[in-house]
Structure formats: C-alpha cells, structure tokens
Antibody, heavy 119, light 111 residues
C-alpha cells in the first residue's frame, strides 16, 4: 500500500528557513516524479514544486522560485523541500504527492504538514 | 494560461446524487482534468482523471458511486447515493505548459 508522510512543519518567523521531509513507502519511489502542493488557510490547492525520478529536472512555481529547493534521496525513499526566506503568505498545509506514471495526475498524497509563518 | 473554475459550494440530501462542475478557460477545452477529494483535516485523495472525450481513469478503490463526464470545456464529477463521509472539498486539477493548476475547490455539504 502506498504511503506518503510529511514532517517538519512548524511555526517560524518571517525570513527564517524550514526543511520539510516526505517519507514514502509501498512503491518503487525511484521511478516516480514527486511534487509538493500546498493549501493556504481558506484557499484552494496550489502547486509548489516538482522533481523528476532521477533529480535531473526540478520545477518551481513563480511564487517560490529562488527561495525553495526541492530534492530527493532515492536510497532512503525520501523527498525534501528546503524553504528559505519564508513569508507570511507561505503559511499553508504542505502535501507531498506522487505523479502518476504517464504524467499529469497526482495519484497519491500525504496527510500534510502545517507551516505557519508569523511574527 | 489555463484557469479552472469551480463553484465554491454545493449541497444535496443524503442518498441523492450531485453533479459537480469544473470549467476550463476558453481555448483549453481539450485538456484532461483530475478530481481529488479532500475530507476535513485530511490530505487529498485522487478520484479520477476525466479526458475531453469523457473517458475515465479512476484511482485505486474508488467506488462506482463516483463517476465523471465531459462536455465542451466542462468536466463533471457525479456522486450518487450520497453518504455522510462524501461531505468534503472537491478539487479539479490540470497540467500542461502552465505546469500544474488547480481550481478553487467546491465544498460539498450532505444535508
């Protein structure tokens, strides 16, 4: 059974950094592209970043480009999101999601971890 | 760029059927979309992919009560025999040159 579990969410001051992790199990992690999606309070889902199976391609939403870095460790079935220069508007639940083979669709999601950026 | 529009809310009685709508912007009517269900305090759950020809690709163990369809620039999710735990937010999602895009979500209330 596919499982994705995020961790690392916390309350931080604006301008600080935070690193999120996602532990994957139940599938061959090293053949799937993985993504981060967030949901700010009272708003809809927003795609944040994605990385392909061998880390050769990374992609970012304009709102986080230059501040966030996605990475993965296939030996440890783990996905990461390094978030620097955090802003109040980055406050959200952050979800890791698996991209289905063939592209386009996120077919498994984690339960999420909450990041709160506040002074 | 593609934009997905969803009504913010919908409601229907227990045991009834409801049809939720996701509308693609003009010029993007050939796009496929995905439907995701998000129950309160949980992560999203993939329900199905709806192609522009109406063909479906359902997620693992999604009940037959959940079905999808397509007409022009609109993509639909129909839930029949509504149950209390169908009360959730339903998000549509697409992808392409605009990367990955979500609609604003529809909050479904089961009366």
């Amino acid at each position: 059974e596919v499982h994705l579990v995020e961790s690392g969410g916390d309350l931080v001051r604006p301008g600080r950094s935070l690193r999120l992790s996602c532990a994957a199990s139940g599938f061959a992690f090293d053949v799937y592209d993985m993504h981060w999606v967030r949901r700010p309070p009272g708003k809809g889902l927003e795609w944040v970043s994605g990385i392909n199976w061998d880390s050769s391609v990374e992609d970012y939403a304009d709102s986080v480009k230059g501040r966030f870095t996605i990475s993965r460790n296939n030996a440890r079935d783990s996905l990461f999101l390094q978030m620097n220069s955090l802003r109040v508007e980055d406050t959200a639940f952050y979800y890791c999601a698996r991209l289905r083979s063939g592209g386009g669709v996120f077919d498994y999601w984690g339960p999420g971890t909450l990041v709160t950026v506040s002074s | 760029q593609v934009v997905l529009t969803q009504p913010p809310s919908a409601s229907a009685p227990l045991g009834a059927s409801v049809k939720l709508t996701c509308t693609l912007t003009s010029g993007h009517s050939a796009y496929a979309i995905a439907w995701h269900q998000q129950q309160p305090d949980k992560g999203p759950r993939f329900l199905m992919r709806v192609n522009n020809d109406g063909s479906l690709l359902k997620g693992d163990e999604i009940p037959d009560r959940f079905s999808g369809s397509s007409s022009g620039a609109e993509r639909y999710l129909t839930i029949s025999s509504l149950q209390s735990d169908d009360e959730a937010e339903y998000h549509c999602q697409t992808w392409g040159a605009d990367k990955w895009v979500f609609g604003g979500g529809t909050k479904l209330t089961v009366l």
